[in-house]
């Protein structure tokens, strides 16, 4: 019933695109819906690389079958365990089951522990090979991108690399699998806030990853999330390089702040103006209580600015500013040009939070930093407008 869709002669996309789940992980908005990529390997031998969210399970076999007919499935390549990728593995040995299962000693491990599953396995090691026929499939252990399991897989006979989350990105796949099929422009900035929220403390074994993936010949890439890569190889492999080194992807500055009574609100318009007015052209300015978390934290990763703003709260930061901090201390997020302000009704403390804060991240910072008591006044005003020159001098 389906039409197949080839990515080579004997590589087939078997994927399913989830327009219907409000939030990933049920945390991060999916205004694009997002797709999860599961490919078939047909040789003399049948393997399935990943299968897809439990809730896509029927539709996913049925694609299977109508790449494969009645021949039976060999191997399940296990490169994640995280249930958007195998929560179909007992669907899937129901339908066929002999299939053998195929991962490293920690995705078995997990197959057993989510699914109840230990029989019919097959345990690779880093740089094993599995033979299907023609095609070699040679497999990478990628730990902590992002879970301890990951691995990749390459297929040394026609150089796809099935590379897990790495390169993957939020986003359905809008009737196209492959990059040079379709408008690509819409995904870059998902791409970015998939890597923020999901991968973004992992950049040390990110690094490590991109490290012994670097003399993998491959040329085109099967992630499981998004399209299929293989006119933007470098482009895509130059943003995961420089994300995980925690640098910036454009230039300017994005201003956060929180404000209860509007005081710190005209205080965050002030820095923007300031920083207007010395020639940044790209200020992105997000209210913590509009703005979704998972698009600040995009645009924290995306550009080398980073400026806050909080109101004093019970003798802390406003709330969600302090869960924004939270965040990025997580992450380790690195090599940013800080600037930040605030305000208070009768005890300033979010300021002193603030400071302490930058200190702790160990990133450049302005020195110093605008507080108001109760409304906005015109020298905390000229200060605010200052923050933002001074901030513009900084990057440049
Ligand atoms: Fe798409 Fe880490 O799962």
Redesign the pocket.
């Given at each position: 019933m389906f039409q197949n869709q080839q990515i080579t002669k004997d590589i087939f996309y078997v994927g399913v695109n989830d327009r219907q789940k409000h939030k990933f992980e049920n945390m991060l908005p999916l205004p694009f819906g997002v797709s999860?990529n599961s490919y078939l390997v047909v040789d003399e031998k049948i393997a399935l690389v990943d299968t897809v969210d439990t809730c896509y399970g029927d539709e996913f076999i049925d694609k299977v079958k109508s790449v494969i007919g009645e021949r039976p499935l060999d191997y399940l390549i296990i490169n994640?365990m995280?249930?958007?990728?195998s929560g179909s593995i007992r669907l899937l040995r129901q339908y066929f089951p002999n299939v053998t299962l195929v991962g490293n000693a920690k995705t078995l491990s997990m197959v057993e522990g989510y699914y109840g599953l230990c029989d019919n396995t097959l345990e690779v090691k880093d740089g094993e090979v599995l033979t299907l026929g023609r095609h070699e499939l040679e497999f990478y252990l990628t730990p902590m991108v992002?879970?301890p399991e990951?691995m990749m897989t390459f297929d040394r006979t026609d150089r796809v690399l099935f590379s897990?989350?790495a390169f993957?990105c939020f986003g359905a796949l809008n009737g196209a699998v492959l990059d040079e099929d379709m408008n690509v422009a819409p995904y870059w900035d998902e791409m970015v806030r998939y890597y923020a929220n999901?991968v973004g403390k992992y950049g040390a074994p990110v690094q490590k990853a991109l490290q012994k993936m670097s003399s993998v010949p491959f040329e085109i890439i099967c992630s499981?999330?998004g399209p299929v890569w293989k006119a933007h190889i470098p482009q895509v492999a130059a943003m995961y390089d420089k994300m995980s080194r925690y640098e910036h992807l454009e230039d300017g500055v994005v201003l956060v702040y929180g404000s209860m009574y509007g005081n710190t609100a005209r205080m965050a318009e002030a820095v923007a103006q300031g920083l207007a007015a010395s020639g940044v052209k790209n200020v992105v300015v997000h209210n913590v209580s509009k703005s979704d978390a998972s698009d600040i934290l995009r645009d924290v990763f995306k550009y080398k600015g980073l400026v806050i703003g909080s109101p004093t709260y019970s003798n802390e930061l406003y709330p969600a500013i302090d869960s924004l901090v939270r965040k990025l201390e997580l992450r380790g997020v690195k090599n940013k040009v800080f600037g930040y302000f605030g305000s208070f009704t009768w005890a300033g403390a979010a300021v002193k939070r603030l400071a302490a804060f930058a200190e702790g991240m160990q990133w450049q910072t302005a020195d110093f930093a605008p507080e108001e008591k109760q409304g906005l006044k015109a020298d905390t005003y000229q200060a605010c407008l200052r923050l933002g020159e001074r901030m513009a001098e900084l990057l440049k």
């Open positions: 999860y994640h995280e249930p958007d990728h992002h879970w990951t897990g989350d993957g999901i499981t999330h």
